[in-house]
């Protein structure tokens, strides 16, 4: 069973080529759609979720 590649809030804003910090700011402007979360609340963002934001930019 292969798992789909996840990126963190850190590993996700690399991805993106922005800071964390931006991202962040971006998802408290309602500027992009939140991501789901694990079990723990943190962001888990997938391949998909990282296409999506680039379209959005």
């Known amino acids: 069973m292969s798992r789909e590649k996840t990126y963190s809030t850190d ?6 080529g922005i800071s ?3 991202l962040l ?3 408290r402007e309602k500027r992009i759609e939140d ?14 979720d990282i ?3 680039r379209k959005v930019l």
Do not use: C, P, Q
Not at 11 to 16: D, M, N, S, V
Not at 35 to 48: C, I, L, M, P, Q
């Open 25 to 27: 700011r971006w998802f």
């Open 35 to 48: 991501v789901k979360r694990d079990r723990n609340g943190w962001r888990v963002f997938t391949s998909a």
């Open 51 to 53: 296409k999506r934001i």
């Open 20 to 22: 964390k910090s931006t």
């Open 11 to 16: 590993g996700a804003a690399k991805e993106l």
